[in-house]
């Protein structure tokens, strides 16, 4: 798939745009603050839904303005097609429409034009705190299996009310006799998210070994282990059998978190960790290995997804190109000689030769 052009409303900085992109390499340049992640933001919003910094949809719509508006034309599956997105800054609920029809959600769009983003704190991932790491497993996961999305917005939803349910007993002790209730729903929607992450940590680690493997001429073997709730004895095991071990886990850590007013047990704590020929990356990895460790990863979710959808995602790539040494940026440039991509950098430099460069000054484009 690939976006053909897009338009953009008061959307962040930008008053006005229009833009038609290349069905390869399209390089945006400009100077820090002119808007090229908010162009890339536009371009992930349009086929998610989702802002991959934006607390708040509020702050897409540009300061001031009544509301946003994000059009693209895409060709996917051979035919073209036309997604539009309209935000407002209160509270009234955005619009979605394909092809000019309304839709109700993000889902209806799933598929049509789905994007890996790359950045540099993407680059230290592997060195970071667990929900960073999280974060990144989860919009992946989120970005292939919309059921898995929807699973993880109610496991938030009831996360938050037993933490407010924790924290309300303070003030009136009955309404601890609800907290059975959400502890069952936890453990249910719990097992399910466990499940789904099991088998993408899987095929996740596995693609990404073959691309750090190629990448350290076969030196290093790449390994990542998905870990979560202790007393969970295989994430592949049957959802009764891991909803039963979450309600152990649970029980055993009721008083504590009675004491700590906090929800300190289920797979909201989970998280990965590589592994390069058995020794722990996060401890004992070097810059170097950290970083190709990450574009292995990054790689390697670009690749789940093209097999998922059938057609390569577009890859979006803010400043992460700068960040690299020569070596690592050919090797990511290597791997992209098929789909659309997108790369943001303040100096255009050796990279000119691809493709088109879009030139972005304070949210408009200049010839
Ligand atoms: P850098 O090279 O530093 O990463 P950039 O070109 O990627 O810069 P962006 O992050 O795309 O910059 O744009 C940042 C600019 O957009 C800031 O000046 C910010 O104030 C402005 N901006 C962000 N949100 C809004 C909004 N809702 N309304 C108006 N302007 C906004
Ligand atoms: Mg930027």
């Not at 598929?111 to 790359?118: D, N």
């Amino acid at each position: 798939m690939r976006l053909d052009n897009i338009s953009l409303g008061d959307f962040r900085n930008y008053v006005n745009l229009q833009l038609d992109f290349d069905p390869g390499v399209n390089l945006i340049v400009g100077d820090n603050a002119q808007g090229k992640t908010n162009l890339l933001e536009a371009i992930a919003y349009l086929g998610s839904g989702k802002s991959f910094r934006a607390q708040r949809t509020a702050e897409l719509v540009r300061f001031g303005a009544e509301f946003a508006d994000i059009e693209g034309s895409v060709t996917a599956q051979e035919r073209q097609q036309s997604v539009r997105w309209v935000l407002f800054p209160a509270h009234r609920p955005r619009m979605l429409y394909r092809n000019g029809a309304k839709k109700k959600t993000a889902a209806d769009v799933a598929g049509l034009l789905p994007s890996v983003l790359f950045c540099p704190e993407d680059l230290q991932v592997l060195k970071a705190g667990a929900a960073q790491r999280r974060r990144l497993g989860d919009h992946a996961l989120c970005d292939l299996r919309p059921n898995y999305d929807a699973a993880l917005a109610e496991y938030h939803r009831i996360l938050e009310h037993k933490s407010r349910i924790l924290k309300d007993k303070e003030e009136d002790i009955a309404v601890l006799a609800i907290l059975p209730e959400y502890n069952a729903r936890l453990c249910q929607v719990g097992a399910m998210l466990i499940s789904y992450r099991a088998r993408f940590y899987d095929s996740l680690g596995k693609a990404a070994a073959k691309f750090h493997q190629q990448f350290s001429g076969g030196l290093e073997e790449f390994s990542l282990q998905y870990k979560t709730v202790s007393t969970v004895t295989d994430p592949f095991a049957p959802l009764d059998v891991l909803r039963s071990q979450l309600e152990e886990h649970l029980e055993s850590h009721h008083r504590a978190e009675l004491s700590s007013m906090q929800c300190l047990t289920g797979p909201h704590k989970d998280d990965f960790d590589v592994t390069l020929n058995g020794i722990s990356l996060k401890s004992y990895g070097s810059q170097g290995q950290t970083r190709t460790a990450a574009i292995s990863l990054k790689l390697a979710q670009r690749e789940l997804m093209a097999s998922q959808w059938g057609e390569e995602p577009l890859l979006l790539l803010d400043d992460v190109l700068s960040e690299l040494d020569p070596k690592r940026q050919d090797f990511i440039l290597n791997q992209i000689d098929r789909g659309q991509v997108f790369i943001t950098c303040c100096e255009p430099g050796r990279f000119t030769k691809l493709g088109k460069t879009i030139h972005i000054e304070n949210g408009t484009h200049v010839m």
